[in-house]
């Protein structure tokens, strides 16, 4: 595959999207829904209008709270097979454990890549902290495909603390990209990715733009946390909660925040799989002979259980 050697770039208020710009295909209102013990979502996809964005699978936003003591709920003890959970904090902490022994604490800033592959039981809840005291929450949790030929390998972590994690900063301070996955400006990622992954997130000052190059081949979306802003060729709006999704018409991902507000972004981006998809609620494979395999499996315990 070809992989873009321009870096991105900046721009002021003045300039536009320009001719190398990806159109908008559509722009996706979230739902608002609840996971696990029954804490909040925002979910743009999957929906009745957008089932996946290959090779993503799932967005849900854990929308910024503030949480009373005893409030805080997680998701306890459930299975995962057949492609990988990415949970982005930015405000408090989840405890993570799991049935290969794993265990770890991620806060704000901080990223874990899980690659379920052929299964493991986790459990991802509030430190005791924010059950007992409550206080602040705010993340993200992306379901990312694995092809069908890695569904059945061992699972695996990456636990990337924040300060591991590439930031670019304009000299002006109008432009800040966290480079989770992917590349963008002279940062790349530290992250291993199973198939080309772009993910990103951006933080632009009222009037700020960014271009930001990603494959034609890869499908790519915006999904705004916070603000107001304008996307792709069009330069069409688009606020909290919202996603847009770009054609594969060209080549840029182009954002611009309003002149009044500071837009807060998550740019996903990667090469489709092209692949059968058979979902069931945990278990994601290529066919449904493979998805009750991998309820037997969880059911007769060969998914493990977390000590
Ligand atoms: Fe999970």
New binding site residues.
Partial sequence: MRLSSRKGEIMNSTNKSNKRSRTVKGIITSIATREGAGFAVRRPFPTQSLSLVDPFLLLDHMEPVTLAPGAAKG?PD?P?RGFE?VTYMLEGHFVHKDSAGNSGTIGPGDVQWMTAGQGVV?S?MPDEELLDNGGRLHGFQIWVNLPAKDKMMPPRYQDIPSANIPIYESADRKVWVKVIAGKSMDKEAVIDTRTPITFLHVRLQPGASLSQPIPPQYNAFAYVVEGKGYFGKETLPASTDQLVLFGNDAEDVFLQASDYEPLSVLILAGLPLDEPVARYG?FVMNTQNEIVQALKDYQSGRMGVIN
């Fill in positions: 998701a459930h995962h959970t986790h991802e945990p």
